[in-house]
């Protein structure tokens, strides 16, 4: 079935580098997406990459794509503390839906 | 550009009690999503209209749970009667036309609390 995992949490100090990762299940999907959360507010979209590609980066965010291993990354450059929010791997799994992973906690320490 | 609204932003009802919740996407959108969130999940599509019409409603519990996009712009959620289960945020976003990529904008949601 249609599934898309994250680790719960993530710890960083400010100035390091975030990594978080996801994989999914569907291998005929389109399109995966970086969501942002924060705290009493919608999702924000933060970057997406096309499965035909590899990479994309954006400023400070890195979009890693293994397709075979079915594994997405999303890497913040400098994290600083307005970086703390939720943040959601998702994907497109054909036609209209899109399914979100659980979210990843992220906790940027000063 | 106004974003995505809705209303309330919280309620607080009893189990078996209705509820109604409103959107407004933003103008010109034609494609409009709901979305339940349940603490520590990610969203889950409840229902996705094209203008007044239904694309998408494969995992709305129908047996209380109803939508309607009458003039396909606005848009309410109802439950009738709600569970306990149903607590969660509502997620009302809107896109300018459906397909992958096509960027969402999500209202704040409203939080529902049954109990």
């Known amino acids: 079935g249609e599934d898309v995992e994250q680790s719960l949490f993530l710890s960083v100090r400010e100035g390091d580098s975030s990594v978080i990762n996801c994989t999914y299940t569907?291998?005929?999907?389109?399109?995966l997406y970086w969501y942002k959360q924060e705290p009493g507010a919608g999702l924000q979209l933060l970057t997406y990459?096309?499965?035909?590609?590899d990479m994309k980066q954006d400023q400070r965010l890195t979009v890693l794509l293994n397709k075979k291993d079915k594994h997405l990354s999303l890497r913040i450059a400098d994290t600083q503390t307005g970086d703390s929010a939720i943040y959601f791997c998702?994907?497109?799994?054909?036609?209209?839906?899109?399914?979100f992973g659980a979210g990843t906690r992220l906790f940027v320490k000063a | 550009e106004a974003g995505v609204a809705q209303s309330p932003r919280y309620k607080i009802i009893e189990k078996r009690q209705s509820v109604a919740f409103w959107c407004n996407p933003i103008?010109?959108?034609?494609?409009l999503y709901w979305y339940q969130q349940i603490l520590g999940q990610g969203p889950k599509l409840l229902i996705q209209?094209?203008?007044?019409?239904?694309?998408?409603d494969s995992q709305l519990p129908k047996d209380r749970f109803s939508a309607e996009r009458l003039k396909g712009v606005d848009s309410t959620l109802k439950i009738q009667p709600a569970k306990l289960e149903d607590s969660a945020v509502y997620l009302c976003?809107?896109?300018?036309?459906?397909?992958?990529?096509?960027?969402?904008?999500f209202g704040q949601g409203t939080r529902l609390t049954v109990v």
């Open positions: 103008s010109g959108h034609a494609t």
């Open positions: 209209f094209q203008n007044n019409g239904v694309v998408d």
């Open positions: 990459i096309f499965s035909n590609m």
């Open positions: 998702a994907e497109d799994t054909g036609g209209f839906k899109t399914i």
């Open positions: 569907d291998s005929s999907s389109t399109y």
């Open positions: 976003a809107s896109s300018l036309k459906a397909g992958v990529n096509t960027e969402a904008f």
